[in-house]
């Protein structure tokens, strides 16, 4: 019992259906969710698949707020129905071009009407669900879909009551935090004016309200912790409203707010400080969001902000020298510093840095105590490995106290770069000195000493090239040779584990600056560092050598073959060991060091491969079971299609070892549809066929059905790896699949992709592999059903993408089946129709191809219509010198990128064209194959040559229309060509 669904519950389910607003669909709705926390996995899996086939149905989001709504409902599943119908409206409400419309429109009107008064008189557990769906539905549809949202959330101000205020205050900073990160546009600032009209005012009366509460409710401890909770939401818009731009209302109101700010950043009531050292409160939550938003006035608007700005001065630096080390304090501590750093960058505010004194002061009470290695520091460095490089490798998100005074360092050496590095070079070998004194109790110091130099020596850095800007005050060499490699050389890695992954991170950071001797001295120090048992420090000697493997100096590699030789035995068995080290099993940094070793080393990595191969397919096995890290599943699949073109490059026939190897796991991840690998399974297995020189296997035909199943093209992320896939069997065997009769499920594929805007390309894709390698008697019962197709498409949406890839079509069709046959099957649709496919297409756009393979297509297809065609000497003669002037133009004028203002053009990542450039597995990528190579070289050649073949059969007609018809710079270039080719029109 309990596997799966009863049958009656089944038989309720479609009853149920039909989705009537009663009680008895909601107790059923109720009882689904309730078994979606069944602990048997099946009768779970069951109810979760019930839901997701019910979700289609009308009135399914009102049922389901329904439930929430229901007092007498048991709390969990009121909660269940609120996740799941924010998890539903994630899912379900953005229209998607080319897609239908998940959710009923009614729904979409009565999800509107009800949801903001629902959310408001809700516990705050499904409040927080409730909002988050506002958000999602109010990013698609607000303001234009949704008008009356902000005005509905404005009156609840009144209301007097914090859990509903609390409640729109949060939606609202949920649905404004967007104008921090979008592009500044019209519609943008149409937005947010619609938004300060109706907002604005009554967010500063609720804020001059709640401070007055605030005094008033001062003894009050329960009152102050609701009423600070809506001061830090209000704050957080605050900042949201006026990060595009200062709106006129703020700035007329700027006496009020930083009036409050300021009141607010001097509160020391007792009553909300928190005894948990980890955690901020209130207090800690409101002070960071004033910093921030004062650091935001004094960045952009510091003119406006003038007057204000050495009181908040002044009140933030007593801040900072009054704030303890706990870790509740380090939003709080590293966006005070942050606000310092934007001040002293301002070339407005110099003078108040400019003494001396000042520069000694911030360096003793906020730099050094602010980089100084803590407790919590090293708990994190021991217990998460993890999150401790999350924060001082990646810089994420949070912010550090160590990254914000890093930051006020490099805002200080833009203007007083001698007198900061004099001051703080004093600093930093007092700190050397005491750790020499006493190395193991004070390595802590010269951790901040190294911590120290690196943002006094680096001046611009990003991740992929390290520092790339260094003073020239601070000698990087020196230092490495006193300080870093002293660490690096020291024989037992699992000692003074903080400083080794220090020393490590120096070398990171300063790779472009220090000596090619000094790097590869680095080399075998740091592949033992592989065997470290701290995480991070293992982690960092990974992305060390990573990161040396890739750099490079003046267009040189820093670090070449010949110097990794020596070492490769132990690197690679260091790496493939880091793996088993706690914590290592994925670890993103070593897979991606394996592979880059791989591609450095390249063929000699072959004799390595027949033991770590078997090693790499372990990995793939287990990670198919739960694929969780995304970054370490890719640099995998990145290894192991880089195994496969390093062997199969030297020795074609090792492709079906590599096949051997593969199937089986693959085979596994297409049949549990581990949806996460399944694009890079086909990427592999195209690379695999696109190798073979001997037609398509048996093994391949097999699985051949099974890639034309329409549940496999509904995933967006399929889509290019499959056409690639298909593409390698049209041209590893075409005959094979036209004999396996599967032409017609090819064409099912291509006519569902050519109506789709964002997949348009590549529809075309399939098609020119169909025509290139597909014998013409297989496709001609069809082509005339193409082309309707095609022209179908250009009628009711019409892109330049689309017009783009149609050209290079035409022109491949007419070079596989002449010219005369593409005019012949154009006016075959409509009587000279091809006119004005010459006149609206091809004279039009041709200038806006791309790509060096679909130009020559084009330009050689139109060779073919201007020389092998008699209709252009006919019935289309006046098009012509037209064609002609516009292929010299294809020849010579740059390309045409514009796009027409009222087009909604979808980007994507790669050029549409004739290449299917789709790449994501950088190391599988597909070949440049040019259809053409073995017939023209050159086009502008092969033009004039074509032009002396036609003048033989029009004798003296062709100079006269070119004389008569070609502008004087194209009949230039035109003579140039003649002349290369050494003919001569007659």
């Known amino acids: 019992p309990g596997a799966i669904l009863k049958r009656t519950d089944v038989g309720r389910l479609r009853n149920f259906a039909v989705m009537e607003l009663n009680d008895t669909n909601l107790q059923a709705l109720a009882g689904y969710l309730q078994k979606t926390f069944c602990p048997d996995v099946n009768e779970r899996r069951a109810a979760e698949k019930f839901l997701e086939s019910v979700e289609g149905n009308q009135n399914y989001p009102i049922l389901l707020l329904h439930l929430v709504d229901k007092a007498d409902a048991d709390i969990t599943v009121r909660v269940a129905a609120a996740i799941t119908f924010k998890n539903y409206i994630k899912r379900n409400w953005r229209i998607v071009e080319d897609e239908p419309n998940k959710v009923h429109e009614p729904d979409r009107l009565a999800v509107k009407r009800e949801i903001v008064g629902l959310m408001l008189r809700m516990p705050e557990q499904i409040q927080r669900q409730l909002s988050d769906a506002i958000t999602i539905i109010g990013r698609e549809d607000f303001p234009s879909k949704w008008p009356d949202l902000v005005n509905e959330m404005v009156t609840k101000f009144q209301s007097g009551d914090f859990h509903v205020i609390n409640g729109v205050l949060r939606t609202a900073h949920s649905i404004f935090k967007r104008y921090r990160h979008e592009f500044k546009s019209n519609e943008l600032w149409t937005e947010i004016k619609y938004v300060l009209d109706s907002f604005a005012a009554p967010l500063m009366e609720l804020f001059k309200a709640t401070m007055e509460m605030a005094n008033k409710y001062a003894a009050d401890p329960t009152a102050l912790k609701v009423i600070f909770s809506s001061l830090i939401l209000i704050a957080k818009i605050f900042y949201s409203l006026n990060f595009q731009d200062l709106p006129e209302f703020f700035e007329d109101n700027m006496q009020t707010w930083m009036t409050g700010f300021h009141t607010l950043l001097q509160v020391d009531n007792k009553l909300l400080m928190t005894d948990d050292e980890g955690e901020a409160g209130c207090l800690e939550l409101i002070k960071s969001q004033i910093c921030d938003n004062v650091a935001l006035y004094a960045q952009k608007y510091d003119e406006e902000f003038q007057p204000y700005l050495p009181q908040f001065v002044t009140a933030i630096w007593h801040l900072l020298i009054t704030t303890g080390q706990q870790v509740k304090f380090d939003l709080l501590v590293s966006n005070a510093i942050g606000f310092l750093a934007s001040v002293c960058e301002r070339p407005h505010y110099k003078h108040l840095f400019e003494d001396p004194s000042t520069l000694s002061s911030i360096c003793e009470k906020v730099i050094i105590p602010n980089m100084e290695f803590r407790d919590s520091d090293q708990e994190l460095f021991e217990d998460d490995p993890e999150e401790y490089i999350r924060r001082d490798l990646e810089g994420s998100d949070i912010d550090t106290r160590r990254r914000a005074a890093c930051d006020l360092v490099r805002g200080l050496c833009k203007f007083f770069e001698g007198p900061v590095i004099q001051t703080f070079s004093a600093y930093v070998a007092a700190m050397l000195a005491e750790h020499a004194k006493h190395p193991a109790q004070n390595w802590r110091k010269k951790d901040a000493a190294i911590y120290l130099v690196t943002s006094l020596a680096s001046k611009a850095q990003t991740a992929k090239l390290g520092s790339t800007q260094a003073s020239e005050l601070v000698n990087l060499t020196d230092f490495f040779t006193n300080h870093i490699a002293t660490e690096l050389q020291a024989s037992n890695v699992n000692e003074q584990a903080v400083l080794r992954a220090d020393a490590i991170k120096y070398v990171t950071t300063f790779r472009t600056h220090l000596s090619h001797e000094h790097l590869k001295a680095c080399l075998p120090l740091l592949v033992s560092h592989l065997c470290a048992e701290s995480g991070v420090v293992h982690t960092y000697a990974a992305h060390c050598l990573e990161r040396l493997f890739t750099a490079k100096v003046n267009g040189k590699p820093v670090i070449i073959k010949a110097d990794v030789d020596p070492i490769t035995v132990p690197l690679l068995t260091n790496l493939f060991n880091a793996f088993a080290l706690p914590g290592s099993q994925e670890n993103e940094y070593v897979m991606k060091t394996v592979l880059r070793t791989f591609s450095l080393l390249q063929e000699s990595v072959i004799a390595f491969l027949p033991t770590l191969l078997p090693k790499l397919m372990e990995k793939l096995a287990a990670v198919s079971k739960n694929p969780s890290k995304p970054y370490f599943n890719h640099y995998l699949f990145e290894t192991l299609g880089l195994a496969t073109r390093i062997t199969c490059k030297i020795n074609h026939t090792a492709v079906t070892s590599f096949e051997e190897a593969f199937f089986p796991p693959f085979q596994e991840i297409l049949q549990q549809d ?104 297989n496709l001609s019962s069809y082509m005339k059903q193409i082309f309707l197709l095609l022209f179908q498409r250009l009628q009711s949406s019409k892109t330049t993408k689309f017009i783009k890839s149609l050209l290079v079509f035409f022109c491949l069709y007419s070079i596989k089946y002449s010219a005369s046959s593409l005019v012949q099957m154009v006016d075959g649709i409509q009587p000279k129709m091809f006119g004005m496919v010459l006149e609206k297409l091809f004279l039009q756009d041709i200038q806006k191809v791309s790509g060096h393979t679909e130009r020559k297509i084009c330009a050689v297809g139109m060779t073919k219509l201007l020389t092998d065609c008699p209709a252009m000497m006919e019935e289309y003669q006046t098009h012509w010198t037209p064609l002609l002037q516009a292929l010299i133009g294809l020849f010579e004028l740059p390309e045409d990128d514009s796009v027409p203002d009222d087009e909604h053009f979808i980007e994507i990542e790669d050029t549409p064209g004739y290449q299917t450039a789709y790449s994501r597995l950088v190391f599988s990528g597909k070949s440049d194959h040019d259809p053409l190579t073995a017939t023209v070289a050159e086009p502008k050649i092969f033009l004039a040559q074509s032009l002396h073949k036609l003048c033989a059969t029009y004798v003296g007609k062709i100079p006269v229309m070119i004389s008569s018809g070609l502008d004087a710079k194209a009949t230039q270039y035109l003579q140039s060509y003649l002349q290369a080719a050494n003919v001569a029109l007659m």
């Open 674 to 777: 581990v949806q996460e690998f399944i694009p890079y399974v086909f990427q592999i297995m195209s690379l695999l066929l696109e190798i073979r020189t001997d037609g398509i296997p048996e093994s391949y035909m097999a699985l051949f059905p099974h890639l034309l199943m329409p549940v496999l093209w509904e995933r967006s992320g399929n889509i290019p790896p499959l056409v690639r896939l298909l593409q390698a069997y049209l041209q590893k065997g075409a005959q094979t699949v036209a004999a396996a009769e599967k032409i017609p499920s090819i064409l099912g594929v291509f006519q569902k992709l050519i109506a789709s805007k964002a997949n348009d390309h590549e529809g075309f894709y399939l098609l020119d592999s169909l025509i290139e390698h597909m014998p013409e008697a």
